[in-house]
Nanobody
Framework: VQLQASGGGLVQAGGSLRLSCAASGRTFSNYAMAWFRQAPGKEREFVAAISRSGATIYYANSVKGRFTISRVNTKNTVYLQMNSLKPEDTAVYYC??????????????????WGQGTQVTVSS
């Protein structure tokens, strides 16, 4: 599967952005999906994950209550709605997908497929 992330940009603190990740090439509904992010000088970290059906969702504690992950399997797309953005949310955001992960492993993977990343910059 090929993953294409989009929707990043520059926003002021307190603002919102919605990231999209469009999948092509395989049956999207077979893939658990997730968002990770990597800030300059830091390791990549888990942000949110959603199971194949959308019934199971996980969030990192740092984004819980502010970010919402969702998917529309008929559109082969997963979304990350980001509200109340903070400067510490600044990072490159990556979407990831995998067919083999079970619910208990969605937060850590490993994910086999990755998108190219989209930059999110939050100014103070």
């Amino acid at each position: 599967v090929q993953l294409q992330a989009s929707g990043g940009g520059l926003v002021q603190a307190g603002g919102s952005l919605r990231l999209s990740c469009a999948a092509s090439g395989r049956t999207f509904s077979n893939y658990a999906m997730a968002w990770f992010r990597q800030a300059p000088g830091k390791e990549r970290e888990f942000v949110a994950a959603i199971s194949r059906s959308g019934a199971t969702i996980y969030y990192a504690n740092s984004v819980k209550g502010r970010f919402t992950i969702s998917r529309v399997n008929t559109k082969n797309t997963v979304y990350l709605q980001m509200n109340s953005l903070k400067p510490e949310d600044t990072a490159v955001y990556y979407c990831a997908g995998d067919t083999n992960l079970i619910a208990s492993t969605l937060t850590r993977g490993p994910y086999d497929y990755w998108g190219q990343g989209t930059q999110v910059t939050v100014s103070s």
